[in-house]
């Protein structure tokens, strides 16, 4: 035990590095997924026909398909077409196009659970349909997502994993260079799996406090009615 | 007579082969109170909705002070500023308090500085009894307190006429005088109202017409009196004596002769 403490000791700083990395990609995924899902949601509930279409395509492609295989198109396909990204941009936009695929139906549920009323009730004062969205339906369907959408942070981060694939250096890119010279794999992978846990654990508490912080009296109560 | 402030004219509403209501000619004059009583489903809400073009009327037109709002390309998020609408349910915007919901129409609608649209959204906070709930949450106040915030955040916007669906079926009992209350003040203050209520007490004694509608068809109109008293309809006669046993008043016309 005391060894191994000592061996993670030495090992934390090729291992910090890793961690930034992952933690890029799950900011940039998140983000870019939350935009993206955000449009999504947005199109399958308000838009016309067509754009109902397109998001419904998009959200099924990006659920129905291994992150790995969209992470592989981007990567290695879309040079055959003449489009190359870097390594970072390619496990980028995967990890983005793929997160905003649930993000969408996390967020696609929670705005419809904002009732039809709300929706009435912001146009009869004369707001715009798309005013409504922004001020009425919008900030109650953001704090209402709040408990489901916290997994997906967390999934987004253990996901990070699949771009050392593409030999992206993140944490698990990084364990597998000190698993390989220290000949000492299972105590590598611990620590990672520890890193990993510690993180995980963090989102959470950020996710709590959040939760607290935008909660608004009697709004939980009222959209537990049946 | 002066040009209505509401009129409709032929106005019908479908929804696939089920005909909501057909036909409907209305016309809502400054100062008018007007209530429309009948048995549910006979299409009063789905009238009201319609007339504040929330929901389309399949034909027939709308004209608020002369000009017509169902006419195409009419710009229906500027008509609904100007005729206010309290829901059954309240609907108030969960997320906000009593007075954010009553300011909100202010600031992103009729885009006030935020200091007038405090003032004016307190003053009419303060017009339905509750300057003192402004910092409150809807999940924090009972139903009245709730339908009259509800009633403050329509008032807010001067519309030219309220429109009342059934404010005060979704309130316990001891909840619904409040409501009401605030609404005589209105009718005292010479607001133009359309009301669909079952409150008989409250069609008696503050409105100036009452329409009774059924099964999407005006059947009957006139005063409380020519209603309550001298009904032209034996319909409109029996319904009549129906609600108003139900909701515990004095029976003012001798029982109809028989059900219908």
Known sequence: MIEWLQFLWQTLPVFLDGLRVTLELTAVGLIMGFVLGLLAALGRIYGSPWVRRVCVAYIEVFRGTPLLVQLFLIYYGFPGIGITFSRMASAYLALGLNSGAYQAEYLRGSIMAISEGQMMAGRSIGLTRFATIRHIILPQALRLVIPAWSNEPILLLKSTAVAFLIAVPDLMTKAKLVAARTYDPIGTYLAVAVIYLIIVALLSEVMKALERRVRIPGLEVETQKP | ?260
């Open chain 2, 1 to 260: 007579m002066d040009e209505p402030i509401l009129k409709a004219q032929g106005l019908t509403k479908k929804y696939g082969e089920n005909v909501v209501f057909k036909d409907i000619d209305l016309a809502v004059q400054q100062g008018d109170i007007i209530v429309i009583i009948g048995p549910s489903g006979t299409g009063k809400s789905t009238l009201l909705r319609c007339l504040n073009l929330l929901t389309k009327a399949d034909g027939g037109k709308i004209w608020l002070d002369g000009e017509e709002i169902t006419a195409p390309g009419h710009n229906e998020d500027e008509v609904r500023q100007h005729i206010g609408m309290v829901f059954q349910n309240f609907l108030l915007f969960n997320h906000l308090t009593a007075l954010d919901n009553v300011m909100l129409g202010l600031t992103k609608v009729k885009h006030l500085p935020r200091e007038q649209a405090l003032e004016k959204a307190l003053s009419e906070l303060k017009r339905v009894g509750l300057a003192d709930r402004a910092g409150h949450y809807p999940g924090q106040l009972s139903g009245g307190q709730q339908q009259r915030v509800a009633i403050a955040r329509a008032l807010a916007m001067d519309p030219r006429v309220m429109l009342f669906d059934e404010p005060t079926s979704a309130l316990d009992p001891e909840l619904i005088g409040e409501v009401l209350e605030v609404m005589r003040q209105l009718a005292l203050q010479k607001m133009t109202m359309l009301v669909v209520t079952h409150e008989m007490g409250f069609a008696r004694e503050v409105a100036n017409r009452i329409i009774f509608m059924e099964k999407g068809s005006i059947i009957e109109e006139g005063t409380p009196d020519e209603l309550f008293l001298r009904p032209k309809f034996e319909r409109t006669r029996e319904f009549l004596w129906k609600i108003t046993e139900l909701y515990g008043h004095k029976h003012e016309t001798t029982q109809p002769t028989e059900d219908l």
